[in-house]
């Protein structure tokens, strides 16, 4: 993943305050799309990633063949072909077809065919078709095929 993510984008954005909004973002691959020249700097509104994109942040709904990559936070929806990455917060619902990895809090769902993964809490629910793992509380349900794991706390339904 890091040869998709330039490090001038890591840098610039983690030591910048370079936020922008892009009302609707078209990418093919992280490197090549309406935000090839501010790669990781842009809150996207709307963002079509045909088979993988990477932004600051979502605050709408994004789509991808493949891939979505979010550096910072995502307010809203996503969905996606293999797999769903964010960094940060998520307050909205995550589908993928096989992951969905989130490094931080999920206030909402996510929702996808094997396997989703927490280092966070989740308010809301995990639904998988194999296995749901959160690092830390549970408050609200874990659905899966095979396992459910939570280091913390439950409160809701496994």
Do not use: C
């Amino acid at each position: 993943m890091q040869r998709l993510v330039p490090p001038e984008a890591i840098y610039a954005s983690s030591n910048l305050s370079t936020e922008k909004i892009m009302p609707v973002q078209l990418s093919f691959l992280p490197k090549a799309g309406t935000n090839s020249f501010v790669k990781g700097l842009r809150v996207n509104h709307a963002s079509f990633n045909i088979l993988a994109g990477y932004s600051k942040g979502l605050s709408g709904a994004e789509f991808g063949g493949i891939a979505n990559i979010i550096q910072q936070e995502v307010r809203g929806f996503q969905a996606a072909g293999i797999a769903n990455v964010v960094l940060g917060d998520v307050h909205g619902t995550q589908f993928s077809g096989i992951y969905t990895m989130d490094l931080s809090n999920v206030d909402g769902f996510q929702v996808s065919g094997v396997y989703n993964s927490l280092r966070g809490t989740i308010s809301g629910g995990q639904i998988s078709g194999i296995s749901n793992i959160a690092m830390k509380t549970v408050n609200g349900a874990q659905v899966a095929g095979v396992l459910n794991v939570a280091k913390g706390k439950v409160t809701g339904v496994r």
